[in-house]
């Protein structure tokens, strides 16, 4: 079955604790990108990846990092979580930037 | 730069009514996409929709209808015969087909509630 999944679905942890959040696709996409949904502002998207070893900033990437070492792997790391980062995020994939992007389940993360 | 407006922000109607879902987008580019997707209360995003900016043909799926006119820059989604299942956030969004940066641009939303 085609999908993007993302790990963990929740967490909970507190405020400079390192986490990542993990994003992999079955579909041999080249496109994958990382969005944060707040309520009132839609999604927005956080950083993008055109390929392997190809990443750049989208609307709000300030305190989020992301490699892409493989085509099917796009991990989102925060390195020092802040409060203003609790929020729910969507890893999405495509076959190419402006083909459909489809969506992994979210994962709620909430930083105390 | 490109803009989505979700101009309703929520709409709430009765079980059988026809509802449309407003969206209006700003952008400069002359190729471009438009998307609907759906949130319903589990979370997940669905996909629903892709028009290209070439193509202004309406669509119809079923109960759903999407009315795309450039000359308004609109992509307005209609479900008709509504049901308690259509309750959901619904999303507008735009990609650019000629600059580079950024994959789609979300409108914020608009939440349907169908009352039984």
Redesign the interface.
């Known amino acids: 079955e085609a999908q993007v999944t993302q790990n963990p679905r929740y967490l909970i942890t507190v405020t400079g604790k390192k986490l990542t959040v993990t994003c992999s696709q079955n579909m041999n996409h080249e ?1 994958m ?1 990382w ?1 944060r949904q707040d309520p ?6 956080i950083y ?1 990846s055109m390929n392997v070893e190809v990443t ?1 900033k ?2 709000v990437p300030e305190g989020y990092k992301v490699s892409r070492k493989e085509k099917r792997n796009f991990p989102l790391i925060l390195e020092s979580p802040s409060p203003n980062q609790t929020s ?1 995020y ?1 890893c ?1 994939s ?1 076959r190419t ?7 992994g ?2 994962t709620r993360l909430t930083v105390l | 730069a490109q803009k ?1 407006t979700q101009a309703q922000t929520e709409i709430s109607v009765v079980e059988k009514e026809d509802v449309t879902l407003d969206c209006v987008y700003e952008t400069r580019d002359t190729t471009y ?1 438009l ?1 609907w ?1 759906k949130q319903p209360p589990s ?3 669905v ?1 629903l929709i ?1 028009r290209n900016s070439f193509d202004e043909q309406n669509e119809i799926s079923g109960r759903y209808s999407w009315n795309f006119q450039k000359s308004t820059s609109s992509f307005n989604f209609t479900i008709t015969a509504s049901q308690v299942v259509d309750s959901a956030v619904y ?1 507008c ?1 735009l ?3 000629d600059t ?5 641009t ?4 608009t939440r349907l509630q169908v009352q039984p």
Not at chain 1, 40 to 45: A, D, E, F, M, V
Not at chain 1, 97 to 103: A, E, L
Not at chain 2, 106 to 109: D, E, K, Q, R, V
């Open positions: 496109y990108s969005y009132g502002l839609g999604l927005r998207q993008y750049d989208g609307d729910l969507f999405a495509s930037r402006t083909d459909t992007q489809y969506f389940p979210g | 989505v996409y998307f997707y979370g997940e995003l996909f892709r999303f969004a990609s650019s087909g580079g940066r950024r994959a789609l979300f409108g914020s939303g």
